[in-house]
Nanobody, 126 residues
Framework: QLQLVESGGGLVQPGGSLRLSCAAT????????IGWFRQAPGKEREGVSC????????RYSDSVKGRFTISRDNDKNTIYLQMNSLQPEDTAVYYC???????????????????WGQGTQVTVSS
């Protein structure tokens, strides 16, 4: 079975950076699309970024475009989210998700994903 484990969250001051990791076990991610989502207290879960199972296709929400970068390392079976210029509104629990079958134009929709990690807390505060 495919399992996803997020790590790399923590407390950072505004303007700082964090790199989140999503390590997969059980199944290779070569044919899976991957999404990063986040949920702040009292708010609904929102899509942050996604990457296709084929090279060269990525998407970002307007709020993080230019600041966050999604990538994948197939040798390590791991997905990353590099987060720069962090702001307090980025504070949330961040989740990674995987889907074997996905229309990529819908990759920012949480109901398209089958597998989910447990989440990692990111807190941006001065």
């Amino acid at each position: 079975q495919l399992q996803l484990v997020e790590s790399g969250g923590g407390l950072v001051q505004p303007g700082g950076s964090l790199r989140l990791s999503c390590a997969a076990t059980g199944v290779t991610l070569n044919y899976y699309a991957i999404g990063w989502f986040r949920q702040a207290p009292g708010k609904e879960r929102e899509g942050v970024s996604c990457i296709s199972s084929k090279a060269g296709y990525t998407r970002y929400s307007d709020s993080v475009k230019g600041r966050f970068t999604i990538s994948r390392d197939n040798d390590k079976n791991t997905i990353y989210l590099q987060m720069n210029s962090l702001q307090p509104e980025d504070t949330a629990v961040y989740y990674c998700a995987a889907a074997r079958h996905l229309f990529f134009r819908e990759c920012m929709l949480s109901n398209e994903y089958t597998y989910w990690g447990q989440g990692t807390q990111v807190t941006v505060s001065s």
